[in-house]
Structure formats: structure tokens, C-alpha cells
């Protein structure tokens, strides 16, 4: 036990001594992205991503802030504006690493974004990736606990359009947030997704 | 105390060397007006900013030399300047627009995109599949849009006072030889193709790229689904027949493959129609689709389809007293491969290569008819981009047909016809952009064909003007050639290409899933075949004098947006043509074009039965036929044209779908023209006899099944 505190206590104390500019520039970044400056956040991400060609943290998050933002949007020249601009950023992510889980459903994300906003003309094409592009984060992360909820609301979305019993999907969810309570992870890695898991675990137990 | 003063020293000199300068500036667009949010900072650096809302941007750096400033903003041209960072002061950025976005001016005169790239899309995929008098035919669904006048006897493409030869058809940028399934007379065809294999279309009725040739109306090109999402078989269950499909995927290969046999004899046995039915229809056919795509620089795609078609029937004609009997047997080969790679510095190279060999036995009462037709399409295209304002299109193709008929005839003679024709063409194509408001296309394309030992030249031009936030207007010129059809050809080469020149001016205003466009055009036709017999054959005499013309107005509308759960569109189409051709004594307007069509299409939501269910009108004023007793040439008018059709698709459970379709659900009476009996009876009157549809109504019910990995997928965009 002992020597387990001493060694975060190394580790953490390391981390605090070695603070590069890349973490100081992701640290930065996040504080705007907190206090809301999604633009300069962005902007900041997007910078440090043309500058450190061997992280691919940073062009996720430029991809993310711009599919996040694109939801809810009435002008398709925007939307097409943003989701070509989190594409482009999401495949500078993937040149950099392959067969990410992170990436993967960030790229189900964006596809949802379009379909989102007219389910008639993108969703036909884009459903059938999307359920492909779950199935292989899956397969990749069997205990990432943001791809077992992606792919359990992704599922339940059309179990309840067809008026099916969702339940199978609250039992994944369930599963997701047992694995949001045990999971560490690298730092900047994406964190989201527990409270969410709440949320949904609660309409399932109203159901 | 002395210490810290000495420390403090000590920082105050590694601050001097950490010496921070100051860049500064501006960032506005061409008209001057500031830009705010501007993405600022020396590349490879974390050093930058935003511009504030007068433009204004500041911010320090402690780089020393010679840097690249960055200045990125959305819908704007990425800016960059290279020197010394000491320079980088009091700057002015001024930004370009981006042309390459989605409000950007579009040059479409004439043409009509479905697919999820297009900017403006008129049609979407899933609506071949959905819209209620198309039963999943690709052409059918196209029928729906403006520039077409309804022939349903036919069911081919008829666009703008052209015959249905005037249409070509490509797919993925090469040739379709034979797209229409054979029919005997007065039963509509279908396309060949299964509509799931496409993502994108594009419908042009007039005025098109010089990338296309040998039509003198229209062409529509199919372009096929890069790769596949997953692995799934597929089974189909129709009154008409069954089908059944399979996807495989394997590391950067995918194989698909579908087959479908139709026999009509069990739709014919329980809803007989007015023809006497020896063997009816009965087709099978199968695809299979191989792609490879190594990197995401290029794809390799190929694709081959097996048709096989026979049938055999008594129809009723008025000079056969125990009616017409006419048998068919077809088979079509057709193999479809290309190849594109992104070749690097703004070029790329596409190349494809087309064959079809097609065979028929066809029964004309006693008389046999054997026809064998080998075509071959090669086709080399680059893409040269310079910069999002000019682009660069050339290429060249060679076409291929070798065509042979052997006709015997019961009591006489045997005849030997046949052909080769061999065609070279050219192309070069510029797109221009002056601004994101303006552009403009301009090509010219070159064809010489050694069967008529012809040259050509038809220059190409059109222009897009961005009038506002959700309206542009455009112009498009062209001239167009394309050779005699075969059935000529096989009597006489001794021709011109015939040809017309299209003139069209189009608005659209495009918000918010509603589309308005009206489009008007003029087109004229020249060295039409003439020939001086009632049929044509080795003795008949032709020319190439026939001439004519074709002008009116289209008008589509569609909104997805103003009724929840409702999408419709609505077209109409004004024709005014006449045109002097095959043996007609004077220029009249032909059988085909009626002068008004009008379609309405709707398709509606209903989610607590999980169904969707799709109704279209289609309207078409008289079409013009020849009276004997009256005197003069196509001088009578059928009545109107009046067909709805519903159909409704309730999706079982995810990967279930029982769809169910009924054509002409009123049985209208519809009338397509008149044949006269050939000799007068003794009161010198000559009797006729109504040329109409062979069943008034058409059902079609079908299950749907699809089985995949993630149990998701269906077969909504089968259908």
C-alpha cells in the first residue's frame, strides 16, 4: 500500500515537473472550453493539432466542438460547413491513430449530426454505417465504457422506433456505468459520458 | 534580501532573452468587412489568436525568424504568408470565399441531382424505391420530374420533345449499351438494374457536360455505392418472383452479389390481361459487384450483370384478324470495370472499360429475326485542379458496335444485315470560378465516326449567377450529335450524325428542404433521318434532311419541410414541338409528346403503424395520332391521360418489410393513340381500333427480409 502511494506520488509528481507546452496548450484549451469559448477552445485545439503531428487528442477535440455544435442547426450550407470541417479533423485524428474506439464513434457522431437533421435524405446511407461503425468499435473495446452506451442508445433509438422492448439495451447501459466507475484513464482522453449513462438508466428504470 | 534581488535579476535577464514580439493586424474580406473569429497563429506553434469583431487580432511570440502566419476562417480560403516574424505588423489579411461550399453558386442548367453530394437535390435515392408508380424502376421514378412527357406503353425516358433514343444512359462515367429490358409492344420496360446499387444520379435534360456524347436530349448518369457498409443476405418474396442477395467484406475487398427469378404466369393465370399468353414474361437476371479500394486515394470497382428475358403472346391488332404473335428470347452480358486514383498536386485519372453482348431470337408471326449486338466503351479521363476556382476536365473514349441480324422469312428469302461502328471521341472541359456568386463552364468536344467517316465539333457552355442568399439563375448552350440507331444503320451508312443545339435558361430558389425551379429552354433539330416508305427496309430510300424543334417551360417543386411527416413534389412541363423526320409528309409534333405533363408525388409518414404510404398523379394532355378518315397527318388528339398509384412499405420490425403497390388504383381508361385498319370497308370509312394498356391496374405485393450481424439493416432502400 505504501509503496503504491509512492508511486503515484512519483508518478503524479513527475507529470507536474515534465508539464510540456503540448500539456500546458491542452490545459488551456480545456479552461476556455469550461468557461465557454467554444471559438477560441477550438481555434487553440486546432493550432496545437497543426503543431504536434503525433497526438491526435487534439484534432479529436476540434472534430468534436464542431459535430456538437452542428446539432440543432436549420442552414444546411452551415451544417455541411462544420461536419466537412470535424471530417477533415477526424481523419487527420485517424492518420494518426488507427482503429481507435474514441475515433470511431466520434465518426458515428458525426454521421448522427447529418441524419439528425434530415433523416430522409442521409439516412439511408448513413444508418447502415453506423450500426457497422458501433459493431467494430465494439469489437475493438468490448469495455470502453463510451462505446458499449453509444452503441446501447444507438440501438434502443431504433428498438424504440419499432416498438420494441428496450430493456436488453438498459442492462448494456448498466454495464456501461459500472465501467465508468472502475475506468482510468490517460490524461485529455475522453471522459464524457457517465452522467449520460445515468440519465438513460433512469428512463429505463420509470419504464 | 541581497538574495532575492539577485534572484529577481536573474529572471528579469531570462525574460530579456525570451524577448516577446507583438503581431498585429487586420483580417476583412474582399469587400473590406471585418472578419471576426478568424483563426490566427504562426504554423507549427501554439502562438495565436482570434480576431475580434473590427477584424483586429494581437497576440506575442517569443519565435524568432522566419515564420508562416496562418489565417483560417470557415467558408473562407485558408490565407498563409512566409517572413520574418519581426514583419508580421500592422497586416492586412484580406481572406478569399471559399467557392467550394455548399452556398456557393452551382452550375446545373438542365440537370437534376439525387444523391447525398449533391448541393441541390431534386431526387433522393430512396425515392426510386418509394415513389408509388416507379415499382423500384430507376427510369420511373424519373418520369416524376419536369422535361419528361408520360409514354407508360413505353417506359422509357422521353425528354423534351425527344424520342426515347435520344437518352443515354452511364454508369460510374461508361456506357450502358442495352439499360431496358426487351418488351413486346405496348408493355412497358423496365431498367436492368437493381436501384440499390446506386448512391448518386444525375438527370440532365439538356444542356450537359461535353464529358458526355452520342445524345441528343438527355443523359443520366448512375454513379454505384463505393463500399458497402456490412455483411448481409438478403431475400425477396414477390407476387412476381423471388430474389435473394449476399454481401461479403473482407479486409479492402467487398463482393456482392443478388440474383431474381420473375414469372409472370401466376399474375397473368389470376388477373388475365387483353393478351393471349403463351409463355409469359419470365427473367432472370444477376448481378455481382467486386471492389477493391488499397487506399483512400483509389478504388477499383467491377461490375457485371446476366439478363436473360422471354416471352410469348397473341396481341390483338386490327390487320391480323387472329391477332400479332410475337415470341422473344433475350440475353445480355454486360461488364462494367473502372478504375480512379488520386494521382497527387491537384491531379487525378479515372479509366473505365465497357462490354455488352446482346442477343435476341424474335418470333414476328412466321418470320424469325436473330440479332447479336458487341459493343465496347473505352474511356481514359483526367482531373487537373489547380485551385477551388479552376478546374480542368479532359479525356478521350473510343466506342465499339459490331451488329448482326439474320432475317428469314417464313415463305422467301433470307437476309443478312449488319454493321460495325466505330467512334472516337474528345473532350476538355474548364470550370471557372470569378467569385462564389459566378461561374462558369466551358468545353468543347470532338467525335469522329469511321461508319459514317464523320468529324465533329460541338462546343459546350454554361454560366451559374448567384443572385441571393437562396436564388441563382443560369444559362446553358450546346450542340449535340449522335449517329442513326441501329435499325437504320443495318440498311444504309451512307449518313450524317444527326443533330440538335439546346438553349436553356433556368431559375432556382433552394431553403430549407424546398426547392423551386422553373426552367425554360429552346432546342433545334437538324439532319434528321428522313426515309419514303411506309417501312424501312434495303430498298427504302433515306436522306438526312428532316429537321424540327422543341421549346417550353418545366417547373418543379418539392417541400419536405412545411407539413410534418410529408415530403411531395410537384412538376410541370409545357412542350411546344414539331419535327419533319422518318416518313412523315410534313413536320408535325410526333406521337410521344403530349404538349402538358404534370406530376404529383407524395409520400407520407405514419409512425404509430410504422408505415410509410406514397400516392403519385400523373397527368398528360392528348397525344396526337393520324386519322385516315379525316385527312391530314397526326391531325387528332387522344383524350387526357389520368393515372394515380398508391403503394404503402410497413416495416414489419427492423429488418422486415411487407410493401405493396397498386398502379393506376381508379383503372382510368387510358388511351395512347389509334391504329387504322389498312384498307377502307366498302362505305370507304377505315376502321380503327384503340391502342391501350394491357391490364388497366397493377398490384405488386412483396416481403422483404434482410439478415445481418448488427440486425439492424433492411431493405427499406430495396424496394
Partial sequence: MKNLITLILLVFGASISAQTNYEKGMEKA????????????????????????????????????????????????????KLKKAQEFLEEAKSISTNNPEIIINQALLNTAYIAFDGQKYGMTLSGKNAALYQQALELAPNNPRVVLGKAEWDMGSARFFGQSTEVYCKDVARALELFKTEELPKFYPNYGAKRAEEILKQCGEN | MKSIFLLSLLFLSIFSFSQKRVIYGKVIDNKGIPIEGANVYLEGTYDGTSSDIEGKFNFTTSEVGVKTLVVSFISFETHSQTAEVTSFQNLIVKLREDVNTLDAVVINAGSFEAGDNAKVTALKPLDVVTTASALGDVFGAFQTLPGTSTNEEDGRLFVRGGDADETQIFIDGVRVFNPFIPTAK??????????????????????????????????????????????????????????????????????????????????????????????????????????????????????????????????????TPNGFHFGLQNRNLYFNGSYKERLGNGWSIFGGIGYANDTSDINLEDDEVDDTENSAHFKIRLNKRFSNRFKLNFGTEYFMTDFDEDFRESLGEDFNLGFTNNLFGAYAEADIFFSKKLATKVGVRVENSALLNQFTMSPRASVAYKSGKNTQFSLAYGSFFQNPKNEYLKFNTSFKAEKATHFIANYQFVKDRQIFRVEGYYKKYDDLLKYDSQFVASTT?????????????????????????????????????????????????PNFASKHNASLVGKYWINDWKTQIGMTYNFASGRTYTNPNAGGFLNQQTKNYNSVSLNAAYLISQQKILYFSVNNVLGTKNVYGYNYKNQPEANGIYNHQAIVPSADQFFFVGFFWTISDDKKNNQLNNL
Fill in chain 1, 30 to 81: 480545456f479552461k476556455l472550453w469550461g468557461e465557454n469559448n467554444i471559438i477560441e477552445a477550438s481555434q487553440l485545439f486546432e493550432r496545437i493539432a497543426k503543431a504536434e503531428k503525433e497526438e491526435w487528442l487534439p484534432a479529436y477535440y476540434v472534430a468534436t466542438i464542431e459535430i456538437l455544435a452542428s446539432f440543432g442547426l436549420k442552414d444546411e450550407a452551415v451544417l455541411n460547413l
Fill in chain 2, 186 to 319: 405496348n408493355i412497358p420496360t423496365r431498367g436492368r438494374f437493381s436501384p440499390f446499387l446506386f448512391k448518386g444520379m444525375t438527370f440532365s435534360t439538356g444542356g450537359y457536360s461535353a464529358e458526355y456524347g452520342q445524345a441528343l436530349s438527355s443523359v443520366l448518369t448512375l454513379n454505384t455505392i463505393d463500399q458497402p457498409d456490412q455483411e448481409k443476405t438478403e431475400v425477396q418474396l414477390m407476387t412476381v418472383g423471388v430474389g435473394a442477395g449476399n454481401t461479403q467484406i473482407w479486409g479492402k475487398n467487398s463482393f456482392s452479389i443478388n440474383a431474381s427469378y420473375v414469372n409472370l404466369a401466376p399474375y397473368q393465370w389470376a388477373f388475365p390481361d387483353k393478351n393471349e399468353w403463351i409463355k409469359p414474361y419470365e427473367g432472370t437476371s444477376g448481378e455481382m459487384v467486386y471492389r477493391y479500394k488499397p487506399n483512400d486515394d483509389s478504388l477499383l470497382k467491377l461490375y457485371s450483370s446476366f439478363n436473360y428475358t422471354a416471352l410469348e403472346l397473341i396481341q390483338e391488332d386490327i390487320n
Fill in chain 2, 541 to 589: 430510300n433515306f436522306t438526312n434532311n428532316g429537321n424540327g424543334y422543341a421549346k417550353g417551360v418545366d417547373v418543379f417543386w418539392r417541400d419536405g419541410k412545411n407539413i410534418k411527416n410529408l415530403d411531395y413534389w410537384v412538376s410541370y412541363s409545357f412542350l411546344d414541338t414539331q419535327r419533319d423526320y422518318k416518313n412523315y409528309p410534313t413536320q408535325a409534333r
